[in-house]
């Protein structure tokens, strides 16, 4: 069993679309990433949040907006996507930034841009 | 920048027979883990190392990490087909960035009963 959850599994949207992933963790764990995935593909970084504030960006497009509203909840919100931004968007957490311990992740959702 | 960097890209084996899988990467690093992906899915934490370790083990699964090589390989013993999977190394960076893992590129495991 996961103990972080993604929603939706599976999205597609048009280009002119705004949408929401949703990644929900009741670890305690106070890092939280957003990965992007393409197929046969390792996981990209895009964002860390630690504590509920964003401290790494990795140069990531406007339109990916990342939100943190509270330690258990991890949002991405899209806009004016781009079909080259399909991919499996993967959440993932730590029990803080420190890299001795293992990451969680979601099973993902698969985005499709049309 | 590429940190890790996996061979090979895809093994195919026989039920029963051992995997191996190795990683190189380029810079100084605190740990390297291990991880799995079913198809499709999320990524599950196997193993980790520390920099100060050389092997380690966990059930059929067998990690070296040589800091000197800046490689690590990954032994998985007595193959099942539930084994197929890719997997990756990920490693940290010395200077710890807030959290950051870089992924190596995967090996495509193919269990064959």
């Known amino acids: 069993d996961t103990e972080v959850t993604q929603t939706p599994k599976h999205l597609v949207m048009g280009m002119t679309n705004k949408k929401s992933l949703k990644c929900e963790q009741h670890?305690?764990?106070?890092?939280m990433y957003w990965y992007k995935q393409k197929a046969k593909k390792p996981p990209e970084l895009m964002f860390v949040?630690?504590?509920?504030?964003?401290?790494i960006n990795e140069s990531v497009p406007s339109r990916f907006s990342p939100e943190c509203p509270n330690s258990s909840l991890l949002n991405l919100h899209l806009h004016a996507l781009q079909p080259e931004d399909s991919a499996l968007y993967l959440c993932a957490i730590t029990p803080t930034t420190q890299t001795d311990t293992e990451a969680f992740f979601g099973q993902g959702t698969r985005l499709t841009v049309v | 920048s590429q940190q890790g960097e996996e061979d090979p890209q895809a093994l195919s084996i026989q039920e029963g027979e051992n995997a191996t899988m190795n990683c190189s990467y380029k810079t100084s690093i605190n740990n390297l883990q291990w991880y799995r992906q079913n198809s499709g899915r999320g990524l599950v934490h196997l193993i980790l190392i520390r920099s100060n370790e050389r092997e380690k083990h966990s059930g059929r699964l067998r990690v070296t990490l040589d800091t000197s090589k800046k490689s690590s390989s990954l032994l998985i013993t007595a193959s099942r087909a539930a084994d197929t999977a890719s997997y990756f190394c990920?490693?940290?960076?010395?200077?710890?960035?807030?959290?950051?893992?870089?992924f190596g590129q995967g090996t495509e495991l193919s269990v064959k009963p």
């Open positions: 949040y630690s504590y509920e504030k964003l401290s």
């Open positions: 990920a490693t940290d960076l010395f200077y710890n960035q807030g959290g950051k893992l870089i």
């Open positions: 670890m305690g764990h106070r890092a």
